[in-house]
């Protein structure tokens, strides 16, 4: 069997990137979620960073959670202060593997209705 970057033995140690995090750009109001794709032995912990600062849990709003191909952080009700750089940062025994996407929230103005008009 070959042993290439991307494959392990049953039994060895490793902590590994398994894809880079995406960028999201979406609107004031809706949900998004950012994805951390790692993987190793032992199971990496995993951190989340806000433009270089831990990300708070809100009740309801902001949350993450470990999930079987690493970690996923969820923000709902996005307001355009959620813009910034996310970070997600695994660690274990073998060190520590990371990676950065950009959430852009945009604002978009409902049209408005000009009264007397048909709609």
Not at 19 to 28: D, F
Not at 52 to 64: F, G, L, M, N, T
């Amino acid at each position: 069997m070959a042993n290439g970057p991307n494959l392990h033995r049953f039994g060895s140690f490793f902590i590994r990137l398994e894809a880079p995090m995406n960028n999201i750009t979406t609107s004031l109001g809706h949900t998004a979620e950012l994805i951390c794709r790692v993987s190793g032995n032992p199971p990496p912990v995993v951190r989340w960073l806000k433009n270089d600062a831990p990300v708070v849990q809100e009740p309801r709003r902001i949350s993450y959670r470990s999930t079987p191909y690493g970690s996923r952080l969820r923000i709902r009700n996005l307001d355009t202060t959620d813009t910034g750089y996310f970070q997600c940062m695994a660690t274990n025994t073998q060190g520590t593997v990371s990676t950065t996407g950009v959430l852009f929230v945009k604002f978009d103005p409902l049209p408005t209705l000009l009264p007397g008009r048909p709609t």
